[in-house]
């Protein structure tokens, strides 16, 4: 059984950098700070706030320098099995 999607991948990416955004203005860090803090340049800090594009380094670096570090650590690391066969083929 599959899972039905509700947003897209671009929806989920604009909304993720909505919160990184939220996160560095309470904070009150602008975006060239957080350029210098996380070494992402500003033209790319920009581009992810506005339209959720950034590569995977980037958005941990600034996630590292917004010390949010723990939650890309979490991504994919609890993740629930959808079926015993999936049990029975981790461990193969």
Partial sequence: ???????????MDKKLAQRVRRIRRRRQISQEQLSRLSGVSYGSIKRFETSGKISLLALTKIALALDCGDDIRALFSQVPYRSIEEVIHENR
């Avoid at 059984?1 to 929806?11: N, Q």
């Fill in 1 to 11: 059984m599959e899972a039905l999607v509700w947003e897209t991948a671009e929806e």
